[in-house]
């Protein structure tokens, strides 16, 4: 059977079994794990993680892709398919809970599965991600460097970096016009106060250009002043960008802000 990658959904199918051998050590697979995985497409990965792990939520939001993975899988039992958007899915109602994320993420959704899952999906313990370079390099990037965003802050205070490879653009189908990579981290102890953090993070980001009490005043989050005077609370100035910050320092700004903003 024949299947048409949909544009619309970032659909580029994984078919070369090659790379899962590196996906298999990053994700540090065990007989008892518990993994979910997202944007499963022809179950290439979906069968390989079925034959090594306890159980695999596969999510697909592509109903028409149902059989095939249900032929791919070959009555499975280990392998639990859910249709449906993984952006608006309770994942955490899973049962068994998963442990790790390990997925060839569609293109258009990546970013946003990965940074909801930090805080909403407790259970999860590690990630190994397939997405575009340029998103994986976001990751863990540096601040003052132009990869450096609200991504790469969320990520860096909820986990620690464990492995990267690049991915040609040849294990895929259709084959990409970007190049790949995965990224494999690990969960640390999120912040006191996390969800407040991460509302001031995105509202930092949301007008990089500008300065932070700028952008903070801008994104509705606080007022010029009240941001100005927190910064020079954590011995930053009122000129100092988001891009500038450290992901602590946003701990420490809004524990600041946090009795009057959040």
Same mark, same amino acid.
């Not at 802050?153 to 490879?165: C, D, M, P, W, Y």
């Given at each position: 059977?024949?299947?048409t990658?949909?544009?619309?959904?970032g659909?580029?199918?994984l078919?070369d079994e090659? +790379?899962? #051998?590196? $996906?298999?050590?990053?994700?540090?697979?065990?007989?008892?794990?518990?993994?979910? =995985? +997202?944007g499963? #497409?022809?179950?290439?990965l979906?069968? %390989?993680?079925?034959?090594?792990?306890? /159980?695999?939520?596969a999510?697909?939001?592509?109903?028409s892709? =149902?059989?095939?993975?249900?032929?791919?899988? #070959?009555g499975?039992?280990?392998?639990?398919?859910? +249709?449906?958007? @993984?952006?608006?899915?309770d994942? @955490?109602?899973?049962?068994?809970p998963? @442990?790790?994320?390990?997925?060839?993420?569609? %293109?258009? /959704?990546?970013?946003p $599965?990965? /940074?909801?899952s930090?805080?909403g999906?407790p259970s999860?313990?590690?990630?190994?991600v397939?997405?575009?370079r340029?998103?994986?390099?976001?990751?863990f990037?540096? *601040?003052?460097?132009?990869a %450096?965003?609200?991504?790469s802050?969320?990520?860096?205070?909820?986990?620690?970096?464990?492995?990267?490879?690049p991915?040609?653009?040849?294990v895929?189908?259709?084959?990409?016009n970007?190049?790949? !990579?995965l990224? @494999?981290?690990?969960?640390? *102890?999120?912040?006191?106060?996390?969800?407040? $953090?991460?509302r001031?993070?995105?509202?930092?980001?949301?007008?990089?250009?500008?300065?932070?009490?700028?952008?903070?005043?801008?994104?509705?989050?606080?007022?010029r002043?009240?941001a !100005?005077? !927190?910064?020079?609370? $954590?011995?930053?100035?009122? !000129?100092?960008?988001?891009?500038?910050?450290?992901?602590?320092?946003f701990?420490?700004?809004?524990? /600041?802000?946090e009795?009057?903003?959040?």
């Open positions: 059977m024949s299947v990658p949909r544009k619309e959904l659909q580029h199918f078919v090659n +790379i899962l #051998g590196v $996906i298999g050590r990053l994700a540090e697979l065990r007989p008892d794990d518990v993994v979910l =995985e +997202i499963p #497409g022809l179950g290439v979906t069968t %390989y993680l079925a034959d090594r792990v306890e /159980v695999v939520h999510v697909e939001l592509d109903r892709l =149902e059989s095939r993975l249900a032929e791919r899988l #070959g499975r039992t280990n392998a639990r398919l859910v +249709i449906g958007d @993984a952006l608006s899915l994942l @955490a109602a899973l049962d068994p998963p @442990a790790k994320l390990v997925s060839n993420l569609p %293109y258009n /959704v990546a970013t $599965i990965v /940074v909801e930090l805080d999906l999860l313990r590690s990630w190994c397939m997405v575009q340029e998103v994986a390099d976001r990751f990037a540096q *601040p003052g460097t132009k %450096y965003g609200a991504v802050v969320l990520l860096q205070l909820a986990s620690t970096r464990t492995g990267f490879h991915v040609s653009r040849e895929f189908r259709p084959r990409p970007v190049d790949s !990579a990224v @494999a981290f690990r969960r640390t *102890p999120l912040p006191e106060g996390y969800a407040a $953090i991460k001031l993070v995105e509202a930092a980001f949301a007008h990089r250009r500008k300065t932070l009490p700028n952008s903070l005043a801008l994104a509705g989050f606080a007022d002043e009240r !100005a005077t !927190a910064l020079a609370q $954590i011995s930053r100035g009122a !000129a100092t960008r988001a891009e500038a910050l450290e992901p602590r320092e701990v420490a700004l809004a524990a /600041v802000l009795p009057a903003e959040c």
